[in-house]
């Protein structure tokens, strides 16, 4: 978790967490802030890009003396993919939804804690956040259902 201002995107921010990290990935799901090239490039064509190209995206094909970069592959795909088969559709085969999981984290946190923070200094604020996370971790990890097949 990293706690930002308002004047960095989130895929720069990403880009910075994945240092060093992007070799454990399998897949990434993210929303259209992540359909920025140099994120797209720092994942590389090893980890599933799931992230909506933006309406008006455009194949970059290359061409004969410069082929497409490897990191554009799976965008392009999905161009071509929405496409052929519209977004709603593109979103269901690529698996998009499971990405909504992040989305009902944030809420559960600002449902448990309120939107904002009580520290004034933003390294104070960036204390403040982590120790809410670990809390709201020892909370749902205290309240999961304990499921098992009875045979």
């Known amino acids: 978790m990293t706690l930002t201002g308002n004047g960095e995107d989130d895929a720069a921010v990403a880009g910075r967490m994945l240092e060093g990290k ?3 990935l399998g897949s990434f799901r993210g929303d259209g802030a992540y359909d920025d090239f140099a994120f797209r490039e720092k994942l590389g064509p090893g980890v599933m890009q799931i992230i909506p190209p933006p309406k008006d995206a455009v194949v970059h094909p290359g061409s004969p003396k410069k082929p497409p ?45 309120g939107a ?9 604020q960036k204390t403040e956040a982590n120790i ?8 749902w ?4 259902p304990v499921s098992y097949k009875v045979t």
């Not at 904002?116 to 104070?124: D, S, V």
């Not at 809410?132 to 909370?139: F, I, M, S």
């Open 116 to 124: 904002g923070l009580n520290a004034r200094k933003i390294e104070n």
């Open 69 to 113: 970069k490897a990191f554009l592959g799976q965008r392009n795909e999905a161009v071509e993919d929405i496409h052929r088969q519209g977004r709603k559709e593109w979103k269901i085969r690529s698996g998009y939804h499971k990405r909504s999981r992040n989305e009902v984290a944030m809420y559960r946190f600002k449902t448990a804690f």
């Open 141 to 144: 990890g205290m309240g999961r």
């Open 132 to 139: 809410k996370a670990k809390v709201l971790n020892v909370w």
């Open 22 to 24: 992007v070799d454990q």
